[in-house]
């Protein structure tokens, strides 16, 4: 989307339009390193912002931003209790306020969030056109995931992930219990989410085990959990 954008103005980004990626801390690597590369392949400036407490954030860049955590844990330190699938509170804070407040700070109070979201996707599209100032530019453009995938394979460079389960949050609660299981064997450590379960004394999923128990079985093959996840659509 950024890159047509980018084309439809002479392969510079307009001066009224922003471009702003909300780091939690738990992303994983990659999406960091991919961020990093449109900003340096694309030569266009990219807001790096992250939650830092109640109503305020900080701007960062690639190489200062939070790769612990750090974020995520300070709105749970918040908020007292775990995000949950019911109360899904870390998108909204972490993401969707954030952005707001930093728009508002540098005198943008009225603007038009442009999302991602291909034609394919109807479920998110009919729940960004039901918001006020919302636009899906790929959706009305008809763009599928073929189409996506089709413009990465001819680009230099893509989001080097070994799978589609590597996105968002490292080991987003909403992702499946198999799911997880799978990360963690493959090396992704759930060392800062059973520190987070352990210090509220909760757990993220009550359909789920904990993080721990997920962690002590991991070399286990044998699924007793529900497989499905609930989609984040955590950039919405």
């Known amino acids: 989307m950024l890159c047509q954008i980018l084309e439809a103005h002479g392969g510079q980004l307009p001066s009224d339009h922003t471009v702003i990626f909300a780091n939690t801390g738990k992303e994983m690597p990659e999406t960091l390193d991919f961020v990093h590369r449109c900003e340096r392949e694309l030569s266009t400036p990219i807001v790096w912002l992250e939650y830092t ?26 908020r007292k209790y775990l995000p949950n699938s019911v109360a899904r509170f870390c998108t909204v804070e972490l993401k969707i306020l954030t952005i707001d407040r930093y728009l508002k700070s540098v005198g943008v109070d009225d603007y038009l969030t442009v999302v991602g979201i291909r034609a394919d996707e109807p479920r998110r599209v009919a729940k960004q056109k039901s918001k006020p100032d919302y636009h899906c530019p790929m959706a009305d453009a008809g763009a599928t995931k073929q189409d996506v995938m089709k413009f990465w394979q001819e680009m230099p460079w893509d989001l080097e992930t070994p799978s589609p389960y590597y996105s968002n949050c490292d080991l987003c609660f909403l992702k499946g219990h198999s799911i997880k299981a799978s990360l963690i064997r493959d090396g992704v450590s759930p060392q800062w989410w059973i520190d987070q379960e352990k210090r509220i004394a909760g757990t993220f999923r009550s359909d789920q085990p904990s993080y721990e128990a997920m962690r002590d079985y ?3 093959q044998i699924d007793i959990f529900s497989d499905e996840s609930i989609p984040c659509f955590c950039g919405d």
């Open 53 to 78: 407490g109640k109503k305020s954030f900080r701007v960062t860049d690639y190489e200062n931003a939070s790769r612990g955590g750090e974020p995520f844990e300070q709105l749970i330190t918040d």
């Open 218 to 220: 991991s070399d286990s």
